[in-house]
T-cell receptor, first 115, second 109 residues
Framework: GAVVSQHPSRVICKSGTSVKIECRSL??????MFWYRQFPKQSLMLMAT?????????EQGVEKDKFLINHASLTLSTLTVTSAHPEDSSFYIC???????????FGSGTQLSVL | EDQVTQSPEALRLQEGESSSLNCSYT??????LFWYRQDPGKGPEFLFT???AGEEKEKERLKATLTKKESFLHITAPKPEDSATYLC??????????FGSGTKLNVKP
């Protein structure tokens, strides 16, 4: 199956700093990438959808100035959590959709802990 | 309202005890139904995609089936290593994906 690489897998930062998470599709071009947040023992909560070369579409209640998404190429999307605060601590997961058969593959996730 | 419901929330099985997980959906314009396995602290791992009612797919001890209203993930003679959370997702029009809340499976030796 297709491979989606997500880095870093774990990050600990101080309150007020910004954190960038990368999501790469390694062996296919991803027409669309998605970013999710997952709380313990809960399912995935979609944050935003990004298409290469255009602005991300954010879900209701997600602050676009807080969670900056850049989909610079067909294989790379980044999520930057700006001025992180402890309430931003969570597990963030990206996924990428293949253009040919529209399958959805996930990265391995990033555990963000803001102190 | 488009939604996906998985049941049960949690399932405990003895090794070798077969069972089924359910994913029911009310989504207009179904384009595909996906099953994933998620281990703690990891991203979901792709298992199956089903596109039309009546379709079935198998992989080792897992078999997924689809009707117009629901999908089942059948687990035959499970092993402890099958313990994980199983997620169901439905793809609707405009690349909208709807996720169930998952079934946490625990298989005891």
């Amino acid at each position: 199956g297709a491979v989606v690489s997500q880095h870093p897998s774990r990050v600990i930062c101080k309150s007020g700093t910004s954190v960038k998470i990368e999501c790469r599709s390694l062996d296919f071009q991803a027409t669309t990438m998605f970013w999710y947040r997952q709380f313990p023992k809960q399912s995935l909560m979609l944050m935003a959808t990004s298409n290469e070369g255009s602005k991300a579409t954010y879900e209701q209640g997600v602050e676009k100035d807080k969670f900056l998404i850049n989909h610079a190429s067909l294989t790379l999307s980044t999520l930057t959590v700006t001025s992180a605060h402890p309430e931003d601590s969570s597990f963030y997961i990206c996924s990428a959709m293949t253009g040919t058969n529209e399958k959805l593959f996930f990265g391995s996730g990033t555990q963000l802990s803001v102190l | 309202e488009d939604q996906v419901t998985q049941s049960p929330e949690a399932l405990r099985l003895q090794e070798g005890e077969s069972s089924s997980l359910n994913c029911s959906y009310t989504v207009s314009g179904l384009r595909g139904l996906f099953w994933y396995r998620q281990d703690p602290g990891k991203g979901p791992e792709f298992l199956f995609t089903l596109y039309s009612a009546g379709e079935e797919k198998e992989k080792e001890r897992l078999k997924a089936t689809l009707t117009k209203k629901e999908s089942f993930l059948h687990i035959t003679a499970p092993k402890p290593e099958d313990s994980a959370t199983y997620l169901c997702a439905v793809q609707a029009a405009f690349n909208k994906f709807y996720f169930g809340s998952g079934t946490k499976l625990n298989v005891k030796p």
